[in-house]
């Protein structure tokens, strides 16, 4: 079983439409939550990072945590076509920072 | 320059070979970490260098190592390369205890 679990899609939602991303994790250990944006021949770039449990929004962005189900959330609202891209959730433990541990990815497709 | 830059782009190596990849940090980023991300897949971690040593790796077998320069550069060599090395390979710099790691847009390496 994989430490983090993320399920690949595809996904397929019209502009403007709110969009749902999870992952599911394993290690009780993980502290720190992030979500990063990877477009096609490009390395993954950071949206957001959310430290323990709780919400964060940033713009169109909101990232939940929910450590008692392990169980981390993104949304995208007023999802745009410039949005379609692979979406990788990434966990990391304080006591091995650096070591960034990511889910497989979800494709995303915002079709105009 | 600000960014995290690795070249070559694109890569082909004859099984066996070696190779030796390579990586500029984002100006004033002490600590670089390299994954691999095979196709379909989210990164895994290689190995994580600060001030030029080793502190961290992943499940990686020793035919994989790397350096660290003083001016935070960093290489990730190859050895004995396997037709699954094939992936793509990136380098993520960031100041140690941050969470902001900046990514490259990775070497793609073809084992044929």
């Known amino acids: 079983q994989k430490e983090v679990e993320q399920d690949p899609g595809p996904l397929s939602v019209p502009e403007g439409a709110i969009v749902s991303l999870n992952c599911t994790y394993s290690?009780?250990?993980?502290?720190?939550f992030m979500w990063y944006r990877q477009y096609s021949r490009k390395g993954p770039e950071l949206l957001m990072y959310t430290y323990s449990s709780g919400n964060k929004e940033d713009g169109r962005f909101t990232a939940q945590v929910d450590k008692s189900s392990k169980y981390i959330s993104l949304f995208i609202r007023d999802s745009q076509p410039s949005d379609s891209a692979t979406y990788l959730c990434?966990?990391?433990?304080?006591?091995?920072?650096?070591?960034?541990?990511f889910g497989q990815g979800t494709t995303l497709q915002v079709k105009p | 320059e600000t960014g995290v830059t690795q070249s070559p782009t694109h890569l082909i190596k004859t099984r066996g070979q070696q190779v030796t990849l390579r990586c500029s940090s984002q100006?004033?980023?002490?600590?670089v970490s390299w994954y691999q991300q095979a196709l379909g897949q989210g990164p895994q971690f290689i190995f994580q260098?600060?001030?030029?040593?080793?502190?961290g790796r992943g499940n990686f077998p020793p035919r994989f190592s790397g350096l660290q320069f003083p001016n935070y550069s960093s290489e990730l060599n190859v050895n004995a390369l396997e037709l699954d090395d094939s992936a793509l390979y990136l380098c993520?710099?960031?100041?140690?205890?941050?969470?902001?790691?900046?990514f490259g847009s990775g070497t793609r390496l073809t084992v044929v």
């Open positions: 993520a710099s960031s100041l140690t205890g941050g969470l902001g790691y900046t």
């Open positions: 260098y600060y001030r030029e040593e080793e502190n």
């Open positions: 290690n009780s250990a993980f502290q720190y």
């Open positions: 100006s004033g980023h002490n600590t």
């Open positions: 990434a966990m990391m433990s304080s006591s091995n920072t650096g070591k960034l541990i």
